[in-house]
Structure formats: structure tokens, C-alpha cells
């Protein structure tokens, strides 16, 4: 490249090429002098280094999809949208309240996409670029079908024609903004455990490992196959690294269509840069790509082939990335010198660039939202190619200002020239009418033989491999040193307080006793039921993005998830239990403690239900911690041990606690048949034994007739009925409270 052709580029934006052999002093001229001392510069613009990835198959002609998207609008709640006494809390209505004024005039819907069109051949990559909050994720996921369900959509998106089949969905990659990934499994086993699910039933295990080898090798992550993902507190592998295995994960199973959002943040320039061009590589393989890109670097967006610039949720230009430039300069905002190109597009869809003595930023925005809405009401699903429709400019212009491009255009509102459709104030008739449209859509749609081998392995083999993943998962978590140390300090502090205290048949011992069972019940519940809480939310996320890409049914997961705690979450509290039954003096025969054991294991159980079915209703973990406390707290207060004697209105709550069919059940094993003796002496109740083992021979100590009386109990410790029936509404709990927590992640995954 000669200096004119530099120049050139300069005034392109692009970032100057320098050929082999030619070398630049530090102010930036040919300096002859230098040529045996420097090195050869070399930057690899629009040329794909493909490294590994020819391993990866091309899409056969008759698998590929043509993507279009049909005027796909999109409103979303307002903040202010909730029952009218909450506008009360928006600052803006404060004024109309003090003036007597209750009603707020806010829409209760938001449109943030309006009317957007295009089309993607396979082959391509099409770059949604835009500012922040201009719509590009929202578009995405509306094109995935992946979108949020209080997100009213019209329009539709069509898969060679027809809507999005949930068949054809478990063809479609897609690469979330966060990269979901489990942090404790390495690279490998994210991708085996993926493979193992997501693969055709009838290959082989081996063609599934090749097919993961191959993935690893193609996206050059061999040195880190070995390593965990890795989170917040555990270093993993790198971002670049997570990024490039996120998308390893829907490349597996060799997508016709990919969808990635921001896939590029987060990473430095070359990173960033590499992934585009493997994403350009795929892409000619016969994929669709669709990526949203935020800020890319001028040598990355010389890289994109089609471009598709959204302003405040209009289309501003569609068309060749590398006209868009042309375009702009064609309608009167010439690239400034030394400006890099992508900056510049995305300062003029952030209202950022103003003409001397003309529009201001708004204007210009607005006006050129108009061109490009005048463009694509004449080519509906083309974008713009500026050696085929660079005429096409020069009309627009003059419908808009006859030519001349500093006319004001502030009266020009893009809204009104997509026609608008009355949501925009409070159109709740109209958001019906959306919800038809996009069920017809066929974005939720099923396909007429959709059983037909629907999931990639057998329901069997889904439950294994979903079991194994889920103990690998939390291979850290839940054997932690810390874990088990905290539980056994716990324990043998317990221990000690209470040491041998229920040996004793007197009064005083049996209280101590209640005291010790009412522990070990509750503390084993607290602990079950938060670690269920803050754990489940979690995978509920990664459960939602596995099963949008079908990759299993949602009973498998949710079997293999309830089996799979089994082992861990028993072996800790068995521990538990053993010190403090054993510490404590406990009756020490098999029969009680197995039956205190079952006992306590069975409220755990109960508990976790419970932290799994408010962790799956309230998503937000501070929320549902604060129902969680409540409802504990409200079950442990009215549980039998802290208040008796609750007047009628509010006593019958404790038939809604385990704690209290739990408390009555450990009681009866621990008490019944046991002679108790009490104090006569008047103003005390305790005894002192003059023989600790036989306390009928200490003549101030006589039998206890009524225990239950004695001891202030809810429940007669003595009636085996009683225990009978506590034991089947604790079964009945366990039941009831797995069987809500399945029902309402179904609910959760509605359409998916
Ligand atoms: N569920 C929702 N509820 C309310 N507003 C929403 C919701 N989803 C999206 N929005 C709004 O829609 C607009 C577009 O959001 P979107 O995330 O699509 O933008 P974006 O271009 O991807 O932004 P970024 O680059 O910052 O990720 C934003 O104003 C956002 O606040």
C-alpha cells in the first residue's frame, strides 16, 4: 500500500495495512534507515486465519435457513405499570397528587422496537450494532424466540418461510450476553455433558467424544480443557476462553442458525477480533450469524459483512457494513478524517453528531432514522448495496428536503412513519392483538411429529447424565472443608451444652431433652432450606437456557437434580445427628435413634422443599429470602417448643408447620414407655437423685403421670396414633411441596 492509498484508508477510518516487508518510524513515514532494525508489521484485516476450524462441517445445502425478519415491533412494561397505588411512588407524579391530580397519565407500555425488517442468506453475518439500550438484545432473543414473556411482540421472524418450530429451535445456537456455564465443571466436561445431551441418540459415545475433541481443537481450547469454567470466587479460564467455550457449547451440535449477543465484550481487541472472523468462517460454511456487537473496533468492523444500526429501536441503516459509510455520506455526514467509521455510525444513532448551523444531534437522528425508513418501505428486506441502490439516496433526500440536508427535519417523528399502532399511550386492546400475532408467529408452535426423537438422548440417559453433571456441579460446594467443619463445630458444641443432660428421668432432663430435639430439627431445616434457596435460582437460569435450546425434558432435570442431593446432603447432617444424638445421651437403643434419625432426615427434607419451591416462585434471591425467614420463622415459633398455650385465632397455624408434626414424632420415640419423675417439693420440679440410674429409689422424686401436661407439650409423647399420623402429613408435605415446586418450574418454562 502506497502513502495515497494509506490516506485513503485514513480517511475510510480503516486502520492502515502495511504489507509484508514495508516498515513506518514512529511518526508514522517510510523511513528507509529503519528497515533492517524494525520488524515487519502485519495486520490481518477481512483475511480469516482459520486455524483448527475446517474441522468443523459445512451445513449441507438442504439445512440451510434463510432468516427474515417481518416488521417486528416490540413494547415492554413500563416501571410504573403495577396496581395504581405504586404511581403514588413515582417521583414525577408527585406534583399531580399535591395538586389533587391521582391519575398518571404514563403509558403502561414502552415500545422499543419499531417495525424492523431484513433479511439474512445463509453465508452471512449480520452485525446488530447500536448504542446502549437501542434494542439489540431485545431483538436477538425476539429472533431466537427467546424472548422475556411480559415483552409484547408483532411482527414475525421466519425459518425459510415458516416460523420458528420447536424442532428447528434445537438447531439454533445461541450464546447468551453472560456465558451461563457451570463454574465447577472444566471445559471438557461442559462440553461432553452437552454433547452427551444435545447429540443425536444414534451416535455412538466415541463420535460424541470426537465431536468434542474436535470443538476444543477448532476453537484452540486444548490448553484449557482440563480447567474449571470457573465464577466470582473460583479463577477459571480466562474470558476469552470462556467466551470462545460458550460457544463450543452450540457448536457441537453444528448449528444452521447462531445467535450471539455481545460476544465480543469483555475481551481485548485481538480476542475479540479472532472470534469474529471464526464467526465469519462458520458462517461460510452455510450458517446464519447473527451477532450483536456494541463497540467494535475499526478493524473488526471492517470484518462484519452486513450491518443492521438501530437507534432508540429504529432501524437506521441496513445494508453492506461496508457501505454504511457511503450511505451516510451520501445523505450529508461525511466520516470525519481520522474518525474510526464504527464510532462514527454509533455517534449518529446516539444523537451525537450535529451540522454547523443545521440539526442538532436529535434532528440528525431522527433524520436519518427517516431515510432509512423511506429505504426500506421501497426495499422491504433488502439492505443497502451502494453500487446497486446509491439512486435511491438522492430521492430520498429529496422527499425529505429537497435535497438539501440542513434542512430542519425536528417536525420528523419516526414514530409516525412506521405508522404507529397505539400502544404508545395505553393500548392494552392492541397488546391482545400483539400476543395473537405472535403465537401465530409460530414462535411457540409445535410441529406435528415434535415426539419424534425430539431430545437428543433417551430419557434414561438424560437422567443419568443430567445426575452425574449435577454431583459435579457441586463437587465443591457441598464437601468443603469449611462445610463439614462448620456443621461438626456446631454439633459437638451442642453436644457438649447438653452433654448426657437426656440420660436423666427427671424433669428438668426431659425440658433439656425437648430443647436438644427442638435443635436438632430446626437447625438442620434453617440450613436445608437456605442452601435450597440461593442454590436453585442459579440453576434455574442455567435450566432456562438449556431447555430453550431443548436439551432436555424438564422432568429429567428435575429428578436427576432431586436424586443427585441425595448423597451429598445426607452424609453431612447424618454426621450431625450422630454427634449430637450420641453426646447428648439420646436413648440408646437402635430402634430410637434410627427412628429419631429418620425423623430429623425427613424435616430436612421438608425444608429443602420448601427453600426449593420459594427459590423456583421468587427469583430474586433477596426476596425470597425474606420469605423464607418469615415462613421459617412462623414454623419454628409455632412449632410446639417456643409458645404454648396460642389463643385459637392464630393457634391452629401450627397444623401448617413441619416443625410441629416433626417435634411431636422425635418426642414419641424419645419419651414413650419412659417413667419421668418429678420433684415434690413445693415451688420446684426438679429432683435431686440420690441414685442418677434408678431415680425411683430417691424418695423426694415420684412418677410423672402426665407428661404431656408436665412438660407444657402440644402432643402427647406418649400416643403412638399421634406419631403415626405426623409421620404421613410430614410424607405429605414432602409430596405436596415437590410436586408445587415441579408444577411451578413448568410454569416457569412455559413455551420453551
Ligand atoms: N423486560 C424489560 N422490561 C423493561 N424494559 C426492558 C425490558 N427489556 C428491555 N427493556 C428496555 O428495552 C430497551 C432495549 O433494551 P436492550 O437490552 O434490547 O438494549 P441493548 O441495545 O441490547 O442494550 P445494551 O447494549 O446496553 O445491552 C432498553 O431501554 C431496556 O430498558
Given amino acids: 500500500m502506497g502513502i495515497d492509498e494509506d490516506q485513503k484508508a485514513r480517511e475510510a477510518g480503516t486502520p492502515r495495512v502495511v504489507p509484508s516487508g514495508t516498515s513506518y518510524g514512529s511518526d508514522g513515514h517510510r523511513n528507509a534507515s529503519f528497515l533492517e532494525r524494525t520488524h515487519t508489521v502485519k495486520l490481518q484485516i477481512g483475511q480469516t ?89 431485545s431483538l436477538l432473543s425476539i429472533m431466537g424466540a427467546r424472548a422475556q414473556k411480559l415483552m409484547k411482540v408483532s411482527g414475525s421472524v421466519t425459518f425459510n418461510g415458516a416460523p420458528l418450530t420447536k424442532r428447528l429451535k434445537r438447531q439454533v445456537g445461541y450464546v447468551l450476553q453472560d456465558d451461563l456455564l457451570y463454574e465447577s465443571l472444566t471445559v471438557e466436561e461442559t ?3 452437552a454433547a452427551a445431551l444435545r447429540l443425536p441418540r444414534e451416535m455412538s459415545a466415541a463420535d460424541k467424544a470426537k465431536r468434542v475433541d474436535d470443538v476444543i481443537t477448532a476453537l484452540s481450547l486444548e490448553g ?61 460454511g452455510g450458517r446464519v450469524i447473527v451477532t450483536t456487537i456494541h463497540q467494535p473496533s475499526s478493524r473488526i468492523y471492517q470484518t462484519l459483512d452486513n450491518l443492521l444500526l438501530l437507534s432508540q429501536g429504529h432501524c437506521m441503516y441496513h445494508g453492506k457494513a461496508h457501505h454504511a459509510v457511503d450511505w451516510f455520506d ?122 419424534e426423537h425430539r431430545w437428543g438422548a433417551s430419557y434414561k440417559d438424560q437422567l443419568k447424565i443430567l445426575f452425574q453433571r449435577s454431583i459435579r456441579t457441586r463437587r465443591f460446594q457441598n464437601f468443603s472443608v469449611q462445610d463439614i467443619a462448620q456443621l461438626m463445630v456446631i454439633a459437638v458444641l451442642s453436644g457438649l451444652f447438653w452433654l448426657q443432660k437426656a440420660q436423666d428421668d427427671t424433669l428438668l432432663s426431659a425440658r433439656n431433652t425437648i430443647g436438644l430435639l427442638f435443635f436438632e430439627i430446626m437447625f438442620l431445616a434453617f440450613r436445608m432450606l437456605f442452601v435450597a434457596l440461593f442454590t436453585f435460582p442459579e440453576e434455574q437460569r442455567m435450566m432456562l437456557k438449556e431447555r430453550a435450546s431443548g436439551m432436555y425434558r424438564l422432568s429429567a432435570f428435575y429428578f436427576a437434580r432431586l436424586m443427585s442431593d441425595w448423597p451429598m446432603d445426607f452424609t453431612i447432617p447424618t454426621l450431625f445427628i450422630i454427634v449430637v444424638y450420641f453426646m447428648g445421651g439420646l436413648r440408646y437403643t437402635a430402634g430410637a435413634f434410627f427412628a429419631n434419625y429418620f425423623t430429623v432426615i425427613l424435616s430436612m427434607l421438608v425444608a429443602q422443599s420448601l427453600g426449593l419451591l420459594i427459590g423456583t416462585m421468587v427469583m430474586n434471591p433477596k426476596t425470597a429470602q425474606t420469605y423464607a425467614t418469615i415462613i421459617m420463622l412462623a414454623m419454628v415459633l409455632t412449632g ?56 425411683s429409689t430417691s424418695p423426694e422424686c415420684t412418677p410423672v403421670t402426665n407428661l404431656q401436661d408436665s412438660l407444657q407439650l402440644l402432643q402427647d409423647p406418649n400416643s403412638q396414633g399421634e406419631a403415626i399420623r405426623n409421620g404421613f402429613i410430614l410424607l405429605g408435605f414432602l409430596i405436596f411441596f415437590r410436586v408445587w415446586c415441579y408444577y411451578a418450574l413448568r410454569s416457569k418454562t412455559a413455551g420453551l
Fill in 49 to 137: 486465519d482459520i486455524g483448527n476450524l475446517s474441522i468443523i462441517e459445512s451445513i449441507p445445502p438442504n439445512k440451510r435457513v434463510v432468516v427474515q425478519i417481518n416488521a417486528v415491533s416490540a413494547h415492554v412494561p413500563n416501571f410504573f405499570s403495577g396496581p395504581s397505588w405504586t404511581s403514588k411512588l413515582n417521583p414525577a407524579t408527585w406534583r399531580k397528587s399535591s395538586a389533587a391530580t391521582p391519575v398518571d397519565d404514563r403509558p403502561t407500555m414502552r415500545q422499543i422496537l419499531f417495525g424492523i425488517q431484513g433479511r439474512i442468506e445463509p453465508g452471512e453475518v449480520l452485525a446488530l450494532m447500536g448504542p446502549s439500550g437501542s434494542g439489540k438484545t
Fill in 191 to 193: 462440553l461432553g455433558y
Fill in 224 to 284: 484449557c480443557r482440563k480447567t474449571v469454567i470457573g465464577g466470582f470466587f473460583r479463577k477459571g479460564i480466562s474470558g476469552g476462553e470462556r467466551k470462545r467455550t460458550s460457544v463450543g457449547h452450540e457448536l457441537l451440535i453444528n448449528p444452521s442458525i447462531m445467535f450471539l449477543d455481545e460476544p465480543t465484550s469483555g475481551l481485548d481487541s485481538t480476542t475479540a477480533m479472532h472470534l469474529l472472523q471464526m464467526l465469519q468462517f462458520l458462517a461460510k
Fill in 330 to 451: 451520501a445523505l450529508g455526514y461525511t466520516l470525519p478524517y481520522r474518525v474510526n467509521a464504527a464510532d462514527f455510525i454509533l455517534d449518529l444513532a446516539s444523537a451525537d453528531v450535529s451540522t454547523e448551523g443545521g440539526r442538532d444531534g436529535e434532528e440528525t437522528r431522527k433524520y436519518l432514522v427517516s431515510c432509512s425508513e423511506l429505504f426500506m418501505a421501497k426495499h422491504p428486506m433488502e439492505g443497502f448495496d451502494f453500487d446497486t441502490d446509491k439512486e435511491d439516496l438522492h430521492e430520498i433526500r429529496e422527499k425529505l428536503d429537497g435535497g438539501s440536508p440542513d434542512v430542519s427535519t425536528s417536525s420528523l417523528d419516526p414514530v409516525d412513519l412506521n405508522g404507529g399502532n397505539g400502544l404508545e399511550k395505553n393500548g392494552q386492546g392492541s397488546i391482545k392483538a400483539l400476543h395473537v400475532v405472535a403465537e401465530e408467529g409460530g414462535q411457540g408452535g409445535e410441529d406435528a411429529n415434535s415426539n
Fill in 640 to 695: 410446639g417448643f417456643f409458645v404454648v398455650g396460642l389463643a385459637d385465632w392464630i393457634g391452629w397455624l401450627k397444623y401448617l408447620s413441619f416443625i410441629y408434626y416433626a417435634l411431636g414424632m422425635v418426642l414419641y420415640f424419645e419419651f414413650q414407655g419412659r417413667t419421668i419423675y418429678s420433684c415434690m417439693e413445693q415451688g420446684t420440679d426438679t429432683c435431686v437423685l440420690t441414685n442418677p440410674s434408678d431415680p
